[in-house]
């Protein structure tokens, strides 16, 4: 069965950094596209950043463009998001979710088209 599991979060000051993990078992990661989401306390679910395995493109939200940095290592089954100068306005919880197919819900930013989830884990910015 496909599972994704996040690590990594925890406190952290403003522009400070984190690295964020996500572990996949299930499936092969090589052929699949995996992406970051986060949602804050009382926003929607935005994407973050997303990348295509197969040819290793990837995009990112305006926001987090030039601080966060998705990568890959397929040995490990293992998505990472490394996060540098960290803003309040990046805390949340980050998910990391899987499209399976060869659509692009998660370069489109669209949420409800990837097929499974983790459980999250959580990011806070604070001094």
């Known amino acids: 069965q496909v599972q994704l599991v996040e690590s990594g979060g925890g406190l952290v000051q403003p522009g400070g950094s984190l690295r964020l993990s996500c572990a996949a078992s299930?499936?092969?990661?090589?052929?699949?596209?995996i992406g970051w989401f986060r949602q804050a306390p009382g926003k929607e679910r935005e994407r973050v950043s997303c990348m295509r395995s197969s040819d290793g493109s990837s995009s990112y939200t305006d926001s987090v463009q030039g601080r966060f940095t998705i990568s890959r290592d397929n040995a490990k089954s293992t998505v990472y998001l490394q996060m540098n100068s960290l803003k309040p306005e990046d805390s949340g919880v980050y998910y990391c979710a899987t499209e399976m197919g060869y659509g692009s819900s998660c370069f489109l930013g669209y949420s409800s088209g990837m097929d499974y989830w983790g459980k999250g884990t959580l990011v806070t910015v604070s001094s």
């Open positions: 299930g499936f092969l990661l090589d052929y699949k596209t």
